[in-house]
């Protein structure tokens, strides 16, 4: 396992060519909403904080509680085990690199009894925001995702093809309409044309594979490659995966993620370069909104 991690880290740091570690919310990031979706009756969102999480609603992802909080909703963080009692009266659970331990580790994040839990919550009318990433963290949330018939690489995905300019990392991926690799759906075409989204970067995550009825919103290209890290580095073809996709499930919402950075806005480095919804040139801050909003049903 020590060996396993350690290649692990180097190939992070290969990957994204900076010290992933430094990582801090960007203090300059402007989360203000100028016209928010709710006024009255605010959704309500319960924060995942429960399972050793990377990213916490005071931590790595404080920029986007702070988005969707300015956009109308009431952001609830919980520390507690997933069962009916916790998710009872809540519209949309968002979860943010969970891991199954505080240190880095294969570990499943969830008990069968939250999976089936979670499951049984979605298909009566919940919404779901499930966001993983690279090595180890498709590990720790493979068995929820394989709950609503996800499966996780566990791994990173990789395409110089399609690498988004200005980082230089083939692990960062640029996903636009010119590229053909953003799907056409509510959550890219927003309730009108301000609300359009045109470019999403992604900064190192795996790759996801739907079952039927899902839609791949952020498509890899058939040039993508998964690099296992868990199988020595081994390289396998990504094509016809994605890194985002969407279904509706029971009367309920499913929003699977296989990449992080992209909902939050840091700066990483020695160099300070922003990360997710800061980074230049991108949709990611719309991108973060559409996501809820069609969660919430705002959206069909």
């Given at each position: 396992?020590?060996?396993?991690?350690?290649?692990?880290?180097?190939?992070?740091?290969?990957?994204?060519?900076t010290?992933?570690?430094?990582?801090?919310?960007?203090?300059?990031?402007?989360?203000?909403?100028?016209?928010?979706?709710?006024?009255?009756?605010?959704?309500?969102?319960?924060?995942?904080?429960?399972?050793?999480?990377?990213?916490?609603?005071?931590?790595?992802?404080?920029?986007?509680?702070?988005?969707?909080?300015?956009?109308g909703?009431?952001?609830?963080?919980?520390?507690?085990?997933?069962?009916?009692?916790?998710?009872?009266?809540?519209?949309?659970l968002?979860?943010?690199?969970?891991?199954?331990?505080?240190?880095?580790?294969?570990?499943?994040?969830?008990?069968?009894?939250?999976?089936?839990?979670?499951?049984?919550?979605?298909?009566?009318?919940?919404?779901?925001?499930?966001?993983?990433?690279?090595?180890?963290?498709?590990?720790?949330?493979?068995?929820l995702?394989?709950?609503?018939g996800?499966?996780?690489?566990?791994?990173a995905?990789?395409?110089?093809?399609?690498?988004?300019?200005?980082?230089?990392?083939p692990s960062?991926?640029?996903?636009?309409?010119?590229?053909?690799?953003?799907?056409?759906?509510?959550?890219t075409?927003?309730?009108?044309?301000?609300?359009?989204?045109?470019?999403v970067?992604?900064?190192?995550?795996?790759?996801?594979?739907?079952?039927?009825?899902?839609?791949?919103?952020?498509?890899?290209?058939?040039?993508?490659?998964?690099?296992?890290?868990?199988?020595?580095?081994?390289?396998?073809?990504?094509?016809?995966?994605?890194?985002g996709l969407?279904?509706k499930?029971?009367?309920?919402?499913?929003?699977?993620?296989?990449?992080?950075g992209?909902?939050?806005?840091q700066?990483?480095?020695?160099?300070r370069?922003?990360?997710?919804?800061?980074?230049?040139?991108?949709?990611?801050?719309?991108?973060a909104?559409?996501?809820?909003?069609?969660?919430s049903g705002l959206?069909?």
């Amino acid at each position: 396992m020590a060996r396993e991690l350690a290649v692990a880290v180097a190939v992070l740091l290969v990957g994204c060519g900076t010290a992933l570690a430094q990582q801090v919310p960007d203090p300059n990031f402007d989360a203000k909403v100028a016209k928010p979706a709710y006024t009255e009756k605010r959704p309500k969102v319960l924060f995942d904080e429960g399972h050793f999480n990377v990213h916490t609603s005071g931590g790595g992802y404080k920029t986007f509680v702070d988005l969707i909080t300015s956009d109308g909703y009431a952001v609830t963080p919980i520390a507690k085990r997933f069962d009916a009692k916790v998710l009872e009266g809540m519209d949309i659970l968002v979860i943010a690199n969970a891991r199954g331990a505080p240190m880095p580790s294969e570990k499943a994040a969830f008990t069968d009894e939250e999976c089936a839990a979670v499951k049984q919550w979605v298909e009566g009318g919940g919404a779901l925001l499930l966001i993983t990433d690279h090595y180890p963290m498709g590990h720790a949330a493979a068995g929820l995702g394989k709950a609503f018939g996800v499966d996780m690489s566990k791994g990173a995905a990789i395409d110089a093809a399609h690498a988004a300019p200005g980082f230089g990392s083939p692990s960062v991926l640029l996903f636009s309409r010119e590229n053909q690799l953003l799907a056409d759906h509510a959550i890219t075409r927003g309730r009108d044309r301000s609300e359009k989204i045109d470019k999403v970067v992604t900064f190192t995550g795996q790759s996801l594979k739907g079952p039927e009825g899902s839609v791949a919103l952020l498509k890899l290209a058939d040039s993508a490659v998964d690099r296992l890290t868990a199988e020595n580095g081994r390289q396998v073809s990504a094509a016809g995966r994605c890194q985002g996709l969407a279904m509706k499930f029971g009367m309920g919402r499913v929003v699977v993620m296989g990449e992080a950075g992209q909902l939050s806005a840091q700066l990483v480095g020695p160099q300070r370069r922003p990360m997710g919804m800061n980074f230049p040139g991108c949709d990611n801050k719309q991108w973060a909104l559409n996501v809820v909003h069609w969660l919430s049903g705002l959206m069909d």
